[in-house]
């Protein structure tokens, strides 16, 4: 999976531990005990691998973010709005409405 730069490092560094998703064909198929490669981007020049140790299924970012703590998306101090926007610079509401959503907790 392609991942930008601050929050692979914040993987890296084990400040974060929730990966967020859209639940979408190939995001059903993980399984916990899975490995992740993530690879950075856009330089691509960097990937670590992680251990899938749970999934959690939401119907928007928004409930996502309502039961998971900002703290492991490392986003500590964020407000709901900004989280949710910040989301949707990557994912567009149509996504979320079809797909739905996927909380990914990993350990490095």
């Known amino acids: 999976m ?3 730069g601050e929050y692979f490092k914040a993987i890296k560094e084990g400040k974060k531990t929730v990966e ?3 639940n ?3 995001r059903r198929k993980i399984k916990i ?3 992740i490669k993530f690879i950075r981007v856009p330089e691509q020049n960097e990937t670590l691998k992680v ?3 749970d999934l959690r299924k939401y119907d928007t970012f928004e409930e ?3 039961n998971i ?3 492991d998306f490392d986003c500590e101090g964020w407000s709901m709005k900004a989280m949710v926007e910040g989301t949707y610079e990557i994912y567009t509401p149509e996504q979320e409405k079809r797909w ?3 909380a990914i907790t990993i350990k490095y």
């Open 24 to 26: 979408d064909e190939n």
């Open 2 to 4: 392609r991942l930008y």
């Open 64 to 66: 996502m973010y309502e």
């Open 51 to 53: 251990q899938v140790t």
């Open 20 to 22: 967020v998703r859209l």
């Open 100 to 102: 739905g959503t996927l």
């Open 69 to 71: 703590s900002f703290q």
């Open 33 to 35: 005990g899975d490995t």
